[in-house]
């Protein structure tokens, strides 16, 4: 099971909507950010939350952990654990023995791949960035150079099993005698003896390292893109292939920017002057301040698109800047204000000369 309550890391319940998920996100990776935040396990915690936010948003993640306590199963005492199959493989290395079947064992000498994290800002996100991301992996031991014998020992091939890894033993049933394969026992199934083993890595030619992982992040990558760095996941056994790493790009939400797809949403806010006669003001863009120009008269809740001021595509071409405007009416007026809004009122015919009963009786019967 899970060490870690990811509905607590986000502090939301666990019948929360996905939207509850991602508004909850925002807001605890917006406070915990490492380019904002003071505090002095700010990265750590901000994994978290990522790690926290990367299940919970996925159903099928999701669905593991509340069931599983963890997002993927197999760790969880199902699937490769070892519950299973077994004992039926032990009948059917029997009597499938040498037909290619269940019966033919096979240690994995390939490397796995491996699963990272990590963090730009949007800004990177918009002009690519080159990231050097800290992981720990099994990797290829220096000592040995993976080979798995100690310095100044050989690597020969195994006798038993003629450099194959597998060993054909044959077995006397009611049926006749029978052919299984199985791993060989003197090379553990990797075909070499070592002579003597390395002391580092014990004869596997692998032990676990920390290293950087340098990354190339293309300029228009979205939030949430994984991408594979060859040869970087679980090194393989005495120098077989080593595994992928997939690394994971999440995007920190920014102060005054929201993306959907290749736009960028902001919020502005004009004055009731500025709404009624028009006129242009400025707004944070990606790398700028843009220019927002809108006409006299516009409402609140009225966009202006500024083109190709958004996040450029990986395939070419760049989205557009959508600005909200929002009207803001001001709450507390001083004296000259308020009487200059009285007399506009009545020149809108609002003030006391308003419309006579007899007009207002018309308008409510749309006459």
């Known amino acids: 099971m899970a060490s870690t309550d990811y509905y607590d890391v986000l502090g939301v319940a666990r019948d929360a909507s996905g939207e509850e998920i991602k508004k909850a996100f925002r807001k605890k990776a917006r406070e915990t950010h490492p380019d904002v935040s003071d505090g002095e396990h700010a990265e750590e915690e901000f994994k978290r939350i990522n790690e926290a936010y990367e299940v919970l948003s996925d159903d099928q993640k999701r669905q593991n952990y509340d069931q599983y306590g963890t997002a993927d199963p197999r760790q969880g005492g199902y699937g490769d654990s070892g519950v299973g199959f077994g004992g039926f493989e032990d009948i059917f290395s029997v009597f499938m023995g040498g037909m290619g079947g269940m019966g033919q064992q096979r240690v994995r000498l390939e490397g796995r791949d491996m699963r990272g994290q ?3 800002t949007l800004q990177e996100a918009a002009k690519g960035v080159d990231k050097d991301v800290p992981v720990t992996r099994v990797g290829p031991c220096s000592t040995c150079n ?6 100044g020992g050989r690597v020969e ?19 006749g005698v029978m052919e299984s394969m199985s791993p060989c026992e003197q090379c553990s199934a990797t075909g070499k003896i070592v002579d ?3 002391p580092t890595c014990g004869g596997e030619g692998r032990t676990r390292v920390s290293e950087s992982v340098h990354v190339s992040i293309p300029a228009g990558i979205d939030d949430g893109d994984t991408m594979r760095v060859s040869g970087k996941g679980e090194a393989g ?11 994971t790009v999440r995007i920190a939400p920014h102060e005054f920017l929201h993306r959907e797809g290749d736009d960028l949403h902001a919020m502005a806010a004009i004055n009731i002057a500025q709404a009624a006669l028009g006129g242009s003001i400025k707004v944070p863009g990606l790398f700028e301040d843009e220019e927002v120009k809108f006409s006299a008269g516009v409402q609140s809740g009225a966009t202006v698109r500024l083109r190709s001021s958004g996040m450029p595509r990986m395939r070419g071409g760049v989205g557009d800047l959508i600005v909200h405007l929002r009207v803001d009416v001001p709450k507390k007026l001083d004296k000259k204000q308020r009487e200059l809004l009285r007399q506009l009122g009545e020149s809108f015919g609002t ?11 018309k308008d409510w019967l749309g006459a």
């Open 157 to 175: 091939t195994c006798p038993s099993c003629n450099g194959s890894g597998q060993r054909r033993t044959q077995r006397r049933t009611i049926l």
């Open 146 to 151: 993976a080979s798995g014998a100690a310095p």
């Open 237 to 247: 056994v005495r120098g077989a292939q080593s595994g992928d790493l997939l690394l």
């Open 196 to 198: 003597p083993p390395c």
């Open 118 to 120: 990590t963090v730009i």
């Open 351 to 361: 003030g006391k000369g308003g419309p006579s009963k007899l007009e207002r009786l």
